[in-house]
């Protein structure tokens, strides 16, 4: 029996209204401001429909209005209700449809507008590695395939292009017709990730259709959404995704691509972390890569199809190299298709497969082998194989900095403040031709020293943001530290006594180590590699690590499972006693995410483990071949972080991101640093005493012109902006707020609650422990807050005190001020410019120098270390 379509009906109409019923309802519910907004509109216009036809139809039977006349009136007004009815529908079936969550393409963009970052893992049946961000507020999309790289800057205009191998970063503007909005931006990124294809082929895709259903029950209940998307109705080759989402926060949680499109088997699945990629060498670029850029008659994405151009932009962001062609002014018409005078850029096709006979090369992991015996011959080494660098690559180095800006330098570096007026005039009155020198060895021999270097390694060493106040606080773990470092223990021996700490929480430093990291083997393996080998190894957490082939999902998990068999509290970290006994026992494993696949512990990149039945503990194993002196990655790793502490950047930057495809700078600098570490039995003191030494390490910061190839290659010292404990420190002994220890001349730092104060406003970001950056709040604290205020008042600052004593000169008070503050002279026309100030008047001379003092030390030459 067959059911017959009403006279009136209309299948395809009532399709679209389908859809558009589908759209409505999966639009998100009315605002409650916009709900009662409507009601009282609905009630005027009711009150007034009523009063209008009451009058009207009184004036229509009091003239005897036509028949004709009052039906068309009352067609008219039940139009208006009719129209008044249908809108109050829609509101109640919009209200009753708030208790029922609704899912769309929409709702999930929005929720994805919301994130910092989007990153993306692709796992396919062909095992094509693919790895992506994507950031709507950054306007950034970023695609690694394979050996290939994609990145789109839309806020900048550029399109940058890289294959492994290569050595050419190819660079183009994008059209003013790219995509920007949060859908464009994330159907690029999609369906590049998951099809292989270029960013650009999502341009121009809408949605044709879409539906939702709930898979899953309670806990595991998710949302399944699935979306035609299309260029139109008629598009020949339409997009066919499957979205999974969490329920409660509509985000993604992985989507497939299904139809034609999908040539292989391939998921795409979602992650939302705090921060992403800044820049085009954070994902994998080479920093020493010749930079080229290209333009075509067709400004567009499609880099396959162009025939390039080289025209380099003055206002480009990444700076070219000399392999590079000179820049040229850029045309304001089109550019032509002629071939130039100067051989042109390959085109980025052969550039990219040039990568192909050029495979990467396999990092030698031989032991450093020591190449001199004395400190004094591995400076001059360093020198001359920083000579041959600079060389090689056309780089002429800034002149030697002046004994003034090293002192300074020097005291931040190794003490973490500016030295004292009374040093800084011992220093300067030193005949002696060798005074640098014997300044470094009494700086390596202060308290400062080790007080200082233990607040950096804790740094390192211990995550932002972790409360351990009941466990007795950061600062015990900062002074076990630095006890540490003043008795010079060798540095391999300082590791091994963190990594096989046992006891109470609340009894030993190291075991805050533990704690901080709530004693969870993932948390421990990953900053165990990122500190002490050099290695970004929670990459390989999820997956197969993207960027260094050399580590599987199997190794993350196999160094996880030298912490699975320590003692393990019941309940949560945060309800722990202070009584905690953190020690080895004999069970507890590691099993590999989402499976029942135990996984053994094993050392990284080969090195076999000793499981007969005598063998030490599992921790001990690790901390021992951590520590042995041929394991290639400890004393690199390690070079390389005492390197960025002096220079402001790692021969491998980042510091903890040492990988193949990371190369260092100057890398035989960084293998026989870390020979002569071994050789000296990992001696820290007698590494800081080399580097310093170097004339590299006392080249200026000052330079006739700016050439970020002489900074990248250290060939000129880079300016270092101060952390907040140099900072508080370096105000205090300026000023002489506080009184300097008695032993030495050292400050009191651990104990000191003014500061603790200071530190918590001036306390570096989460995750970005070595590169700390002052914002406005800080500098705002700084100009005025109540530490400021302190080391510039007439009644507690103890320079401004002592310059009240009648036997200085206005001028002496000047020159006491700037070498209190910036450690050298004033020159003549500063000296000048004071002088006016502070006698611009007869009374008020006190306060005039107090205006000085706080110039000075908001300048930024107080604030930065140069």
């Avoid at 970063?169 to 994008?174: H, V």
């Avoid at 003692?567 to 953190?582: A, I, W």
């Avoid at 952390?723 to 400050?747: C, F, H, K, N, W």
Wanted: net charge negative; hydrophobic share 35%; charged share 25%.
């Amino acid at each position: 029996m067959s059911t017959q379509q009403p006279p009136h009906s209309d299948s395809s109409r009532d399709d679209d209204l389908s859809r558009l019923l589908q759209r409505a309802y999966d639009c998100e519910p009315p605002r409650e401001e916009f709900v009662a907004s409507l009601a009282e509109r609905l009630e005027a216009e009711l009150d007034e429909l009523s009063t209008s036809h009451a009058e009207r139809r009184i004036t229509e039977v009091g003239k005897q209005a036509s028949t004709t006349t009052t039906g068309r009136y009352w067609r008219r007004t039940i139009r208006s209700i009719a129209a008044i009815a249908a809108v109050a529908v829609v509101v109640i079936a919009a209200l009753i449809g708030t208790s029922r969550p609704s899912y769309s393409w929409t709702s999930m963009l929005r929720a994805l507008e919301a994130q910092a970052w989007v990153e993306s893992t692709v796992e396919d049946a062909a095992q094509q590695e693919s790895h992506g961000w994507f950031s709507q507020k950054n306007q950034l999309v970023v695609l690694r395939t394979g050996d290939e790289i994609q990145w789109n800057d839309w806020q900048d205009g550029l399109q940058s292009q890289y294959r492994s191998g290569s050595g050419v970063l190819l660079r183009e503007r994008l059209g003013e017709d790219e995509p920007r909005s949060t859908e464009a931006s994330l159907l690029a990124f999609l369906r590049a990730g998951i099809s292989g294809t270029e960013i650009d082929d999502a341009r121009g895709l809408t949605v044709l259709s879409e539906s939702w259903q709930k898979v899953g029950a309670g806990e595991n209940q998710q949302i399944e959404l699935n979306v035609i998307l299309g260029r139109s109705e008629s598009d020949p080759s339409p997009l066919h995704l499957l979205v999974t989402l969490d329920p409660k926060t509509q985000l993604p949680l992985k989507c497939q691509l299904i139809g034609d499109h999908a040539a292989v088997s391939s998921t795409v699945r979602f992650a939302y972390p705090e921060e992403g990629p800044q820049q085009v060498y954070d994902v994998g670029v080479p920093r020493d890569v010749v930079v080229r850029d290209v333009v075509s008659p067709d400004v567009s994405m499609r880099t396959a199809s162009i025939d390039p151009k080289v025209m380099p932009q003055a206002d480009l962001l990444l700076p070219t190299t000399e392999e590079s062609p000179a820049p040229v002014e850029a045309p304001e018409e089109p550019p032509v298709t002629t071939v130039p005078d100067e051989p042109a850029t390959p085109p980025v096709d052969s550039a990219i497969a040039a990568a192909d006979a050029d495979p990467l090369p396999s990092l030698d992991i031989s032991p450093p082998v020591p190449v001199v015996a004395s400190s004094a011959e591995m400076s001059r080494r360093v020198d001359e194989l920083m000579s041959v660098c600079w060389d090689s690559n056309g780089i002429a180095p800034a002149g030697m900095s002046t004994d003034e800006e090293f002192f300074r330098r020097v005291s931040l570096d190794l003490t973490g403040r500016v030295p004292t007026v009374s040093e800084c005039r011992e220093f300067m009155a030193d005949p002696s031709v060798n005074r640098r020198k014997q300044l470094v060895e009494q700086l390596l021999s202060r308290r400062d020293y080790a007080t200082h270097l233990g607040a950096v390694w804790r740094k390192m060493l211990l995550p932002d943001g972790v409360d351990l106040s009941m466990y007795g606080g950061s600062a015990s773990f900062e002074e076990w530290l630095s006890d540490r470092f003043r008795e010079n223990m060798p540095y391999d021996e300082l590791v091994r006594q963190l990594l096989l700490a046992e006891g109470r929480v609340s009894e030993s430093g190291p075991i805050l180590f533990y704690t901080a990291l709530n004693l969870k083997p993932e948390q421990l393996a990953a900053q165990t590699s990122r500190a002490f080998l050099g290695i970004r190894l929670e990459c390989a957490q999820c997956h197969d690590h993207f960027f260094d082939k050399r580590l599987k999902q199997t190794d993350f998990w196999g160094l996880a499972a030298f912490f699975a068999q320590i003692s393990q509290p019941e309940g949560k970290m945060d309800r722990v006693s202070p009584v905690l006994r953190v020690a080895d026992t004999d069970h507890g494993e590691v099993t590999l995410p989402d499976t029942e696949d135990v996984i053994s512990p094993h050392f990284l990149l080969g090195s076999s483990l000793d499981k007969s039945d005598h063998a030490p503990s599992r921790r001990r194993q690790l901390a021992e071949w951590i520590t042995a002196t041929d394991n290639p990655h400890f004393a690199r790793a390690t070079v390389n972080r005492v390197w960025a502490h002096l220079f402001g950047r790692g021969l491998v930057d980042p510091v903890d991101d040492m990988r193949i495809d990371n190369p260092p700078v100057c890398p035989e600098v960084l293998d026989e640093l870390a020979g002569y570490f071994v050789a000296t039995s990992f001696d820290l003191r007698d590494l800081f005493h080399v580097i310093v030494n170097s004339q590299t390490y006392q080249l200026s910061s000052r330079s006739v012109d700016d050439d970020p190839a002489r900074t990248l290659h250290f060939a000129q010292m880079n300016i270092k902006t101060f952390t907040a404990e140099q900072l508080y420190d370096s105000i205090s002994v300026a000023t002489r707020l506080e009184p300097l220890g008695t032993d030495d001349g050292s400050l009191v730092r651990s104990s000191n609650v003014s500061r603790q104060s200071f530190l918590e406003q001036f306390r570096a970001p989460p995750g970005q422990v070595t590169d700390y950056q002052a914002g406005i709040p800080q500098a705002l604290t700084l100009m005025n807050g109540g530490l400021m205020h302190s080391a510039t008042d007439l009644r507690s600052s103890g320079i401004l005190k002592s310059l009240e004593a009648p036997f200085f000169t206005d001028e002496q008070r000047v020159n006491t001020l700037f070498l209190a503050t910036l450690s050298r002279q004033p020159d003549d026309a500063e000296r000048q410019e004071m002088l006016d100030y502070v006698l611009s008047k007869e009374s008020g001379k006190a306060q005039r120098l107090s205006d000085v003092l706080w110039v000075l030390l908001n300048s930024a030459e107080f604030t930065l270390n140069h």
